[in-house]
């Protein structure tokens, strides 16, 4: 079975601004919203089974009706998003600006049209965040990355990959304080959670883990 996933990638924007900085902010913000897209075409360059060059689409919840006013519900602008990016046969990255958004929950599910066989979920910038009830199978690297995010609650995950499938870590937390990771299964050919550069505060408690290299951590980088 082949699995079509999309790279879905949580991006942070300025939020509006009405001052005579404005649009040095916005210049700003353009040069690092083209940083983080250049990471996002190294990241899947290596997993790319092609020779073609790589066009990403981006995505953006608020192109879909989001109101990101923190009482209005977006569930359906989010699913909307999810819909276009997984129904495209080109890559896609899905934006989601630095807004308070509400949500009820919803299910974002593929196949996708995408001929890439990508797997990956990653979380950056992210604060107040609670991922449960996850399922991921048979990536082509890790499972779930945290990336500089604040208060984390990941639970009741399902992560699993071959025994002798390489680079397939379960959870990496990368520069992230407050996360609490806590009733999951994770069997994959690599670390089950591997924790990096700068992470605070990191709890693991009720982990099933096999059979791959268990908890890995850098001393020098986290507490």
């Not at 208060?151 to 304080?177: C, F, R, W, Y």
């Amino acid at each position: 079975m082949v699995f079509f996933v999309i790279l879905l990638t949580i991006l942070v924007s300025s939020p509006s601004c009405f001052s005579s900085d404005c649009q040095n902010l916005k210049n700003a913000e353009a040069r690092r919203v083209n940083h983080q897209a250049n990471k996002f075409r190294k990241l899947t360059k290596g997993m790319i089974n092609s020779t073609r060059a790589v066009s990403i689409q981006t995505v953006n919840v608020d192109d879909f009706g989001a109101k990101a006013d923190g009482r209005t519900d977006d569930s359906q602008a989010f699913k909307k998003a999810w819909d276009k990016a997984c129904g495209s046969s080109q890559l896609s990255l899905i934006l989601i600006p630095n807004r308070t958004y509400y949500m009820n929950p919803i299910n974002l599910s593929g196949p996708c049209k995408s001929a890439l066989k990508l797997e990956a979920l990653t979380f950056s910038k992210c604060t107040n965040l609670r991922v449960t009830n996850l399922r991921i199978k048979n990536p082509q690297q890790m499972h779930v990355n945290f990336q500089d995010c604040q208060n984390v609650e990941a639970s009741n995950l399902t992560l699993t990959a071959p025994e002798k499938s390489p680079n397939t870590d379960g959870i990496h937390v990368s520069g992230t304080q407050n996360i609490s990771i806590k009733n999951s299964v994770i069997k994959t050919g690599d670390d089950c959670i591997s924790i990096v550069s700068g992470s605070r505060n990191v709890q693991a408690t009720g982990i099933v883990c096999g059979p791959g290299h268990g908890i890995r951590y850098i001393l020098d980088e986290v507490t």
